[in-house]
C-alpha cells in the first residue's frame, strides 16, 4: 500500500507541532557556515575567460545556490527556505503531498521548482550547492544499497564543494523509544490511530496508520471517512551512515544530536550530518 496519498490531506494538521521555523533557522545557519552563501552568483571582478567559459562559470555560479529538499512532503520547510533567499526545488515521490505543496507555492508566489521523483531514481538538471533531506525521509530507504544509491545520486549532482545536511532516526529509537506502542490522536476535524511494530533482526519498523476525518455528509449532518496507510523504515546507525558517506565518494564533516543540536549519543533518537562532495566517481 502506498504511503502518503490519502494521509497527505491532514498531514500538515498533524504535523503543526513540528518546529519548522526552528528546523529553517539551523539549516540556513549550517548552509551558510559548511557550504552554500546565498546571494553569491556573481563572478570574482577581473576573471579573464573566453566567453563560452564564462557562460559556464555563471551557470555553475547559480547553481550554488539552489538548495534541493529531498522529500520535501507538503513544502512547508521548502517555503520557508525559498523566504530566506535560496533556490529552491522540492522533491518528493507523492503526488498528493506535492499538490499541497504546489497549492502553497500559488499563494505565495515563490519559485520553487517541484519534482515528483523517487530519491533511489534522483534526476535533475544541473548542479546544487546543497542537498538537504529531513523529518527521516531517508528512513524509508529499507536496504543498506538504496541508501548508497542515494548518496551517490546526491553526490553526483552537488556542485563541487557543495554540502549534504540530511537527518535520519535511529535504531535505538525504533527499538527502545517506539517499539510496539500504539498512539492516537483525537483532533476536533480528524484523528488517527498509529500502530506500531519494529523487527529488531531486520531493523524494520512498521507502522499501521488509521485515519478518521470529518466530512460533510448528507442532510447537513457531519460523518468521518476512515482510511488506512502502512508505512516501513528502517533505522541506521551511526557508522552504518558513516560508511555510506564514505563509499558514496563524500566527506564526512559532522554529526549532531538532532534535538539538542549537541554532540552524538548512545540514546539520540534522530542525528543530524552534513556531509561534502569530494570529487565525482568517474568509473
Known amino acids: 500500500m502506498e504511503a502518503y496519498t490519502d494521509f497527505a490531506s491532514v498531514y500538515d494538521t498533524f504535523m503543526d507541532n513540528i518546529p519548522y521555523e526552528e528546523w529553517a533557522s539551523y539549516i540556513a545557519s ?3 557556515e559548511y557550504g552554500v552563501a546565498k546571494g553569491n552568483a556573481s563572478m570574482p571582478d577581473g576573471m579573464d575567460l573566453p566567453e563560452e ?3 559556464h562559470q555563471k551557470a555553475l555560479a547559480v547553481e550554488r545556490n539552489v538548495v534541493v529538499d529531498l522529500g520535501c512532503g507538503t513544502g512547508t520547510l521548502t517555503e520557508l527556505l525559498a523566504d530566506r533567499g535560496y ?3 522540492g522533491v518528493d ?3 498528493e503531498m506535492l499538490n499541497i505543496a504546489l497549492e502553497k507555492k500559488e499563494r505565495s508566489g515563490k519559485e520553487i521548482l517541484y519534482l515528483c521523483q523517487d530519491m533511489r531514481e534522483l534526476e535533475l538538471y544541473g548542479t546544487a550547492g546543497a542537498v538537504i533531506s529531513v523529518c527521516d525521509s ?3 530507504l529499507l536496504e543498506e544499497e538504496e541508501l548508497l544509491q542515494v548518496f551517490r545520486l546526491v553526490n553526483n549532482y552537488l556542485y563541487p564543494g557543495g554540502v549534504f545536511l540530511f537527518d535520519f532516526n535511529t535504531v535505538y529509537k525504533y527499538e527502545t523509544v517506539i517499539g510496539d506502542s ?3 490522536e483525537n483532533r476536533e476535524d480528524c484523528s488517527f490511530i498509529w500502530e506500531n511494530y519494529y523487527d529488531m533482526e ?3 519498523n512498521e507502522y499501521d496508520l488509521t485515519v478518521f476525518v470529518r466530512e460533510e455528509g448528507g442532510a447537513g449532518k457531519d460523518m468521518f471517512r476512515r482510511f488506512t496507510e502502512t508505512h516501513y523504515q528502517r533505522g541506521y546507525t551511526m557508522e552504518q551512515i558513516r ?3 564514505k563509499k558514496a565518494g563524500m566527506e564526512f564533516i559532522m554529526a549532531a544530536d538532532a534535538d539538542t543540536r549537541g554532540e552524538v549519543r548512545a540514546e539520540s533518537e534522530r542525528i543530524c550530518v552534513i556531509a561534502r562532495e569530494h570529487g565525482k566517481d568517474r568509473e
Open 30 to 32: 549550517m548552509l551558510e
Open 53 to 55: 567559459n564564462l557562460a
Open 87 to 89: 533556490d529552491m526545488i
Open 93 to 95: 515521490d507523492s503526488q
Open 138 to 140: 531517508l528512513n524509508y
Open 182 to 184: 500504539v498512539i492516537a
Open 202 to 204: 531486520g531493523q524494520i
Open 243 to 245: 560508511g555510506a558517506i
